[in-house]
């Protein structure tokens, strides 16, 4: 059984600082997603992570991926009050279906 | 996202009661996704469908059932509502271009 583990769970930091969220799991896998939800709203990709050794950025947020590891990072540079959310890693282990697996989040508090 | 919606967005109900959640794409993807986000657990799959009367179970499927009679609707059914199926409840779609999953606004359900 595939096991998503995303730490730290809560993170509060503030604005202007670097931080690095991981994202570990138990089964090899080469795919690997990224998500964000605000409060009270649905879920938007930010990243797709299709191989090791993938680094893929967007503004602040920075996602890398290395399957030997089995491990993700999502790493925020100099935070700012907008990036407050939840953000999901998920795992595809079966491919065709995109049948993912989700880690249990990591909710970021950016304090200005 | 404009290209799938999530019918009611909020119900609540009472015990042993049956309760229809649908979902609606007009995207034209094969697969689509029935999840429940509750505190602590992330988002974990019910029941996905890879086509047309064509559906699977995921990793928390009792006390549910799927129906897909066309690609563009897709239907989660509490046969007998129980408290602990109160939750978020999420629809997705895909595969997007980078085999990332479109999420629904989510439907938020309450069994009394």
């Known amino acids: 059984e595939l096991k998503v583990e995303q730490n730290p769970l809560f993170l509060s930091m503030q604005e202007g600082k670097n931080y690095t969220i991981y994202c570990n799991y138990s089964?090899?896998?080469?795919?690997l997603y990224w998500y964000r939800q605000d409060p009270g709203k649905s879920l938007e990709s930010l990243f797709v992570?299709?191989?090791?050794?993938a680094v893929k950025q967007e503004g602040r947020l920075m996602a890398s991926l290395d399957t030997k590891a089995r491990l993700s990072t999502l790493h925020i540079t100099a935070a700012v009050h907008d990036l407050s959310a939840t953000y999901f890693c998920?795992?595809?282990?079966?491919?065709?279906?995109?049948?993912?697996?989700f880690g249990t989040g990591t909710k970021l508090q950016v304090i200005p | 996202d404009a290209g799938i919606t999530q019918s009611p967005r909020h119900k609540v109900t009472e015990t042993g009661t049956p309760v229809t959640l649908r979902c609606h794409q007009t995207e034209n993807h094969r697969y689509m996704y029935w999840y429940r986000q509750d505190p602590g657990h992330g988002l974990r799959l019910i029941h996905y469908s890879y086509g047309v009367k064509d559906t699977d179970k995921g990793e928390v499927s009792d006390g549910y059932s799927v129906s897909r009679s066309k690609t563009e609707d897709f239907l989660l059914t509490l046969e007998s509502a129980t408290s602990s199926q109160t939750s978020v409840y999420f629809c997705?779609?895909?595969?997007?271009?980078?085999?990332?999953?479109?999420f629904g606004p989510g439907t938020r359900l309450t069994v009394l």
């Open positions: 997705a779609m895909g595969p997007a271009n980078y085999n990332e999953q479109f």
């Open positions: 089964t090899t896998s080469d795919r």
């Open positions: 992570l299709l191989s090791n050794g």
């Open positions: 998920a795992v595809d282990l079966y491919g065709g279906y995109q049948k993912v697996t």
